[in-house]
């Protein structure tokens, strides 16, 4: 499969880890790229070790190290590493007598480690899918970073939203000789996904709306169209979608579930009363569903779900009792929020004549972005929840 865009991240990458020792940060959510950046980086040597959601201990360095190569004559400390790595024990010198005590023998394990990446470089350690950390690599990687070799290099990839602990933790200690820097990767814009779509589809679907730009769903939803099949939420996505779900507490599910069943991003209030929330029980649940990465922002104070197919899979995973209980609310006649200001109205008559945002926002000489938030507003002070909901009133 071809790569699209990220080139400008790509260069970041490449220009970083030729600046060693570096510790490089890169985040992005599930599918984004994180994995296939890495791949793009041709004639780079790097021993990858994946976190795993069992957070088996010190996982991610054995699947790391078992790959490498290293040369003869290692230093004896490395013979260390043995227990952990029975399949490459003919590549280490043997192993050093027990030393009675758990924390020497960690100690002596960590400078292991150390001593073997130092015989490999230059070499880029790479530890994918750090928002899984077990406990014990966690606390080698807090040594390594203080003591990489010169010619080392060690690269983290994580979802924000699943981290527990930040992973800037690690660079609060950096010593001054040891680089860093951080790579946020975004979803594709509308023109690299289309090219994208173009590669895994005849014919242009635009791709972008349902997927928000998200290679990974991207791939899915070109493969069900290619099937013949309804565009419907991926499997994979639809499973990714209830397992962060069930992460959530009552209060945060609910609003999503709300956010899900109203036909636009909504005013904390809005979603709060669609979820039979208080108000101030309901921001908690929108902090706690934006902070894990269900809901953004969309335009300022209106939220909603990432991606049209998270919204989907969402829907999709609500009972029918609890819909109907979601949908009664949202058409409940709303309290009267006050009235709307002189801007407001004449926005929402344009909208009630079926005009668009852009279009309404180029007949009053506004940025798009200032309609929408008036749009937003008077649908809540009308105590409506959705646009076509205009069109059937007289206004
Ligand atoms: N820039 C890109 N161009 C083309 N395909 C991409 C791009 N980024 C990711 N993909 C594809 O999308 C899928 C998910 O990417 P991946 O790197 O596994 O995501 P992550 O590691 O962030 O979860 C993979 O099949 C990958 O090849
Ligand atoms: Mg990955």
Sequence with gaps: ??????ERELRHLADALARPPIVVLIEGEAGVGK??????????????????????????LVEALRQSHPPARLN??????????????????????ALGNAQVERHRLFRAVLS?????????????????????TRELL??????????????????????????????????????????????????????????????????????????????ELARMLADGREPSTPPALRDA??????????????????????????PT???????????????????????????????PGAYGLRQPLTRQAVRESITPNLRRRISRRIEA??????ALSPREKQVIGLAADGMTNKAIAESLFLSPRTVEVHVANGLRKLGLTSRRQLSSRNT
């Excluded at 208080?278 to 649940?285: A, K």
């Design 1 to 6: 499969m071809p790569f699209v865009g990220r």
């Design 35 to 60: 994995t296939r950046l890495l791949h793009e980086l041709a004639g780079q040597p790097l021993l990858v070790g994946g976190c795993h959601p069992m957070r088996f201990p010190y996982g991610p």
């Design 76 to 97: 004896p400390v490395t013979g260390a590493l043995r227990p952990l790595l029975p399949e490459f024990a003919h590549r280490l010198p043997p192993a050093p007598p």
């Design 116 to 136: 073997l990446l130092d015989a490999l470089s230059p070499v880029t350690l790479v530890v994918e899918d750090v928002h899984w950390i077990d406990q014990e």
């Design 142 to 219: 807090a040594f390594l970073v203080r003591c990489l070799p010169g010619t080392v290099n060690l690269v983290l990839t994580y979802r924000a939203e699943d981290l527990r602990h930040p992973a800037s933790e690690l660079l609060a200690h950096l010593p001054p000789h040891i680089g860093h820097t951080e790579l946020t990767l975004s979803p594709l814009d509308a023109e690299a996904t289309a090219l994208l779509a173009k590669h895994l589809l005849p014919g242009s679907a635009d791709l972008w709306p349902l997927t928000g730009g998200v290679p990974l769903a991207v791939e």
């Design 241 to 266: 979608v209830r397992v962060k779900l069930d992460a959530l507490r009552p209060t945060a599910r609910r609003i999503v579930q709300a956010a899900a069943m109203l036909e636009e991003p909504a």
């Design 269 to 299: 209030l809005t979603l709060a009363a669609a979820a039979g929330l208080p108000p101030e029980q309901g921001e908690r649940g929108l902090a706690e569903a934006v902070r894990r990465g269900l809901l953004r922002e969309w335009t």
């Design 333 to 338: 006649p709303a309290e009267p929020q006050g």
